[in-house]
């Protein structure tokens, strides 16, 4: 996930394009106020456990105590769970009282390796290892407000239980960030382990922070919102040598100098201008000494796309290139290209009723319609089965700002905790209400 630069379209835009506010009618307007009220009862709780989870974030695949905050949370509310789904996750049903369709809710609850550096009273100081390294451990991804966002719809929607028009199935999902080397996890896991199924929701919402934004912004996208996410790994080999006798060797830091180039020539000169995509090298490492031609370097990066043709086209491309270069020079490669998670598509008809909602929304004062980015969300595992709905929070105050997603420095102002239960109670709500209400559905 990255920064976003915002189209600055004002909530007024919103309906502009077409996506409307909804007049109430008494009984909405009743239950806005009960929504409001409940909202209000069980923030300060709500808060004060994103500050619990934020003091003791844990890894992905490892949020035991996290996830038996969450159990203990749900069970109290009178809500049935499932634990131990896709290692560490919690899914909760709640059945209303009134008939209706069922609809999921997600929320992610695992932390990354970084070392805070934060002003924040409940900043982590927890350390772990990851990967044979001592390192700190963070919600720097803001999934401790998600979490906490989700325990507040539970607590609000509970509380309506015998007025709620519907089911509503909230899925409390571990390794976001993707599972350890060697392990499988995420919503990948949860979909295969049956997560949609029994009851089956129509439609799953998802929201996540955003420190561009402010508290009480929410961002939403129509149609393509996040890129799909893959990561390659290239080994080049040639030929060990003295420094001074490049003749009698087979340089492979000449050879992935030129591949580093070249790969940048996929974006620029194979595919059009007008699709999305990034290829990036993160990871350029070879050789022991300065007059020593090494054997091997390593490269290793990612490629963003949105269009699986693009994705494919990309993938042959970069083995074309790797085959002349070191072809060309004599020497070898191997290419490891692992398909990540796949690209979160927003269902554009459910987006924009959904859009619509989030402007009408109580105690939610901007909506914005944002570009998609190249960051990616393992929520797209879910939005390829079901119909998905994924938008941002804002978290940062004017005069307190925060690093960005995944830094040291990434700040959530707690407010953002009551903002989010207002959007989200009122995104369920409202879709159940209108389904509700249309007796073939
Ligand atoms: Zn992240
Ligand atoms: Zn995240």
């Given amino acids: 996930m990255q920064r976003n630069v915002i189209w600055a379209l004002k909530a007024m835009s919103v309906m502009a394009f077409g996506l409307g506010l909804h007049v109430l009618t008494g009984n909405a307007a009743a239950q806005q106020d009960s929504v409001a009220a409940l909202v209000e009862k069980h923030r300060a709780e709500a808060i004060r456990k994103r500050e619990h989870i934020h003091q003791n974030p844990e890894l992905g695949n490892r949020e035991f105590k996290t996830a038996e905050l969450v159990a203990e949370h749900l069970t109290a509310l009178g809500i049935e769970i499932q634990t131990g789904v896709a290692h560490t996750g919690v899914v909760g049903v709640l059945k209303g009282g009134r008939p209706g369709p069922v609809v999921a809710i997600r929320a992610d609850m695992d932390a990354l390796p970084v070392t805070e550096e934060t002003v924040l009273p409940f900043k982590s100081t927890v350390r772990t290892t990851y990967l044979g390294k001592e390192v700190g451990v963070m919600h720097a991804c803001g999934h401790d407000v998600h ?172 083995k074309t290139i790797l085959e002349g ?81 995944h830094t040291p420095t990434m700040t959530a102002d707690s407010e953002s905790v009551t903002v989010g239960m207002r959007a989200m109670t009122h995104l369920v709500l409202e879709f159940l209400n209108a389904r509700a209400l249309q007796p073939n559905q």
Avoid at 184 to 191: I, N, Q, R, T
Avoid at 326 to 348: C, M, Q
């Fill in 147 to 318: 979490t906490a966002v989700q325990l507040g719809v539970a607590s609000v929607l509970a509380d309506m239980k015998a007025d709620l028009p519907g089911t509503v199935k909230f899925i409390f999902q571990p390794a976001e960030e993707g599972p350890p080397p060697g392990e499988e996890g995420g919503a990948d896991l949860m979909v295969r382990e049956k997560v949609l199924e029994d009851p089956a929701p129509e439609a799953i919402f998802g929201l996540h922070a955003l420190p561009s934004l402010e508290v009480g912004t929410v961002g939403f996208t129509i149609g393509p919102a996040m890129a799909a996410v893959d990561h390659f790994y290239i080994k080049v080999r040639g030929k060990q040598a003295h420094g001074a006798r490049p003749e009698e060797g087979i340089d492979p830091i000449v050879m992935a100098s030129e591949i580093v180039l070249a790969l940048q020539t996929i974006r620029s000169r194979t595919l059009s201008p007008l699709e999305p995509s990034v290829v990036t090298v993160g990871i350029f490492r070879g050789g022991e000494r300065f007059n020593i031609i090494p054997r091997e370097v390593h490269l290793e990066g990612t490629v963003r796309t949105y269009n699986p043709d693009v994705r494919d086209r990309v993938e042959i491309r970069m």
């Fill in 325 to 405: 270069i070191t072809g060309a020079y004599g020497g070898s490669f191997e290419l490891n290209y692992d398909r990540g998670t796949p690209s979160v598509i927003n269902n554009p008809e459910l987006s924009r009723e959904m859009a619509g909602y989030l402007a009408g929304a109580p105690g939610v004062d901007q909506v914005l319609e944002l570009p998609p980015t190249m960051g990616g969300e393992d929520f797209a595992y879910f939005s390829n089965v079901i119909p998905g709905f994924f938008y941002r929070l804002g978290v940062t105050r004017p005069g307190q700002p925060s690093g960005g997603l």
